[in-house]
């Protein structure tokens, strides 16, 4: 494995890895229990390894979560609540650099991906999943929690 970092380096909340030192395809690892809720430390976590893997020579990013169970449970709502600007100045951005990221990318989803966790796929150029493991879904919609996030 040619590139191992943790992000923040005291507390590792996300990793990047190039599994085969061969070949420019570096692996962005959520490691946030436990469930990779987005709060701002995961998100600026993530913002960091997004930026370090933009120094790195032209491949491919594929992120994925060290839990099975989860690729992302979503947003951390309470977080949400006591930060105000969350959305707008960090989950937004981040979602924006994912859609803007100067290399491919692909959400390897591990397990389940709820509302913003799955919004956090949706950003990515590709999205893989086991049709046998784990749930896609914005149930906010089904039971009006938008209203919770705007």
Request: with cysteine.
């Amino acid at each position: 494995m040619a590139v191992a970092k943790s992000f923040p380096p005291e507390k590792c909340l996300v990793k990047v890895s190039q599994p085969n030192a061969t070949l420019p395809v570096y692996q962005i690892t959520f490691a946030a229990p436990p469930d990779n809720r987005l709060n701002t430390s995961f998100c600026n976590a993530l913002f960091s390894a997004l930026d370090y893997v933009a120094t790195l020579p032209p491949g491919a990013v594929i992120t994925t979560s060290e839990q099975a169970k989860f690729y992302s449970n979503g947003l951390d709502l309470q977080h949400v609540h006591e930060t105000p600007g969350f959305l707008q100045g960090t989950l937004y951005n981040l979602f924006i650099r994912l859609l803007t990221f100067p290399m491919p990318t692909v959400a390897a989803v591990t397990g389940h991906a709820f509302a913003g966790g799955w919004m956090l796929a949706m950003c990515h150029d590709y999205r893989v999943g086991n049709e046998k493991k784990g749930w896609f879904s914005l149930n906010e919609l089904e039971f009006g929690g938008m209203s919770v996030v705007r």
